[in-house]
């Protein structure tokens, strides 16, 4: 039962006291945990809520076992029983006698430490290079002095600033970043010369600042750095022969016809996807070959999937099918790229 906030503050800050103080019984422990559950739930659904794709199945049993660990470490206890990270974060509120209220901001500032750091750790492990990019982006922020980090409504944004005299800040979608990639051509550029470069593309046409989410530019990296190694230059294309091009289409048939049976038996069949939705799907895959193999730089994933999937808006791509899509996009860039290491 959910309790009134004035009484969850009181029963917070006593069992805080019982477990500072070393004397907390087997019981107090428990309902200490479950308030800390039930914080560390909240703030996953607020993630959850923002779009961020950390869940594999959805389930709220998936959810309260991420919460659980990310609250465990907090219950360590030494040689002597005493919890003494908790003891160690709050051990001034007996000296200081701290306010109810005071304690429980605290705890939820807690919990809502340990879970952002729980859920870099599963980034980390779920998607490496996603994580490799996202630390190229924050140290490109470091490096260079015309890009600075901005927290706007709970979402951190990319800023670079032009030397203009207006304080005021643009926040661009992510379709009118996109649109600057159509002017880059090197494959070679590092992190900070590309997110440079596109934004001060679209720098010009603003009389501010301008600020991207730093998701959205996320996003770009990876599909920029993954078209590196997986597209066919147009001098590639000239120079080599008939049977190579034949060989690379068979071998993308047949990755087409693989992707194709696994996007029927796991998703259509199982009721996870519509069969429309699927058929959009294997075009959008299509199409993407179909530029491979005439050696042009590949769009971006949701523009692919539109072109078929006529009321898919972007947000409801970002929250319902952004998912399943790029997990068949990687799966046929990955077989792809081994494929082109063998015929090239």
Same mark, same amino acid.
């Given at each position: ?8 503050? &009181? ?71 005493? %919890?003494? %990270?908790?003891?160690? %974060? ?30 870099? +750790? ?9 994580? +490799? ?20 409504? &709970? ?114 069949? +199982? ?17 993407? &070959? ?50 082109? +290491?063998?015929?090239?």
């Amino acid at each position: 039962m959910k309790l009134p906030e004035s009484e969850l503050q &009181s029963r917070i800050r006593k069992l805080l006291v019982k477990i500072v103080q070393n004397n907390p019984s087997p019981q107090e422990i428990e309902d200490f945990a479950l308030i800390c559950l039930r914080f560390a739930i909240v703030f996953l659904k607020k993630y959850i809520k923002k779009g961020h794709q950390f869940l594999e199945t959805g389930q709220i049993t998936e959810i309260e076992g991420i919460a659980a660990d990310c609250i465990a470490d907090l219950f360590t206890r030494d040689a002597e029983g005493r %919890y003494i %990270y908790i003891a160690r %974060y709050f051990k001034d509120l007996l000296v200081q006698n701290s306010r109810q209220e005071k304690c429980l901001i605290d705890l939820r500032n807690l919990i809502a430490g340990r879970v952002k750091q729980h859920l870099t +750790k599963i980034y980390e492990n779920r998607d490496p290079i996603g994580a +490799k990019i996202r630390r190229n982006i924050l140290l490109a922020v470091r490096r260079n002095s015309r890009l600075t980090l901005l927290r706007e409504l &709970s979402e951190e944004h990319i800023v670079y600033h032009d030397n203009k005299s207006s304080k005021e800040i643009y926040f661009a979608d992510i379709f009118e970043i996109l649109a600057q990639t159509a002017n880059l051509s090197q494959y070679d550029k590092s992190t900070e010369q590309l997110i440079t470069a596109l934004l001060a593309n679209f720098s010009h046409h603003c009389k501010s600042a301008v600020a991207v989410n730093i998701r959205d530019m996320l996003g770009i990296l990876r599909e920029w750095f993954w078209d590196s190694e997986t597209t066919l230059e147009k001098e590639q294309v000239n120079t080599v022969n008939q049977l190579q091009l034949d060989e690379l289409a068979r071998a993308i048939k047949k990755i087409l016809n693989q992707l194709t049976e696994k996007l029927h038996a796991h998703y259509v069949k +199982k009721d996870k996807l519509l069969l429309v939705q699927a058929l959009s799907i294997q075009q959008a895959l299509f199409d993407m &070959s179909k530029d491979i193999l005439h050696g042009e730089r590949l769009g971006k994933n949701y523009i692919y999937l539109k072109k078929y999937w006529q009321d898919l808006t972007y947000d409801e791509y970002m929250e319902n099918t952004r998912k399943v899509f790029e997990y068949f996009v990687r799966l046929f860039k990955e077989q792809l790229k081994n494929n082109l +290491k063998k015929i090239f």
